[in-house]
């Protein structure tokens, strides 16, 4: 039974911050990729970030030095710290979890960023 449960989303104002977090459970969390994306209404699904299994990172361009991924193997979680947030971060934000083919989806958890 594998699952992967997003946490920390929200309604923040702008220039606020959000800390998401994702657990894992029903597989070996240590060698997968995890990853963040977000949908936002009418729109395309959006990779934000990911950390490798040897914690090398990489980020879209619109979130780079605002939003930090990291991870906690001990605690099967990967977290995005999410820094002066703006009214385009408004989205749904999942967490993916990939070993080669293998993907594996969270459910979401809503960031909204409004005055």
């Known amino acids: 039974q594998v699952q992967l449960v997003e946490s920390g989303g929200g309604s923040v104002q702008p220039g606020g911050s959000l800390r998401l977090a994702c657990v894992a459970s029903?597989?070996?969390?240590?060698?997968?990729?995890m990853s963040w994306y977000r949908q936002a209404p009418g729109e395309e699904r959006e990779f934000v970030a990911l950390?490798?299994?040897?914690?090398?990172?990489n980020y879209v361009d619109d979130v780079k030095g605002r939003f930090t991924i990291s991870r906690d193997n001990a605690k099967n979680t990967a977290y995005l710290q999410m820094d002066s947030l703006s009214l385009e971060d408004t989205a749904l934000y999942f967490c993916k979890a990939t070993q080669g083919t293998q993907t594996y989806w969270g459910q979401g958890t809503q960031v909204t960023v409004s005055s």
């Open positions: 029903g597989f070996s969390f240590d060698r997968y990729v």
């Open positions: 950390i490798t299994t040897s914690r090398g990172t």
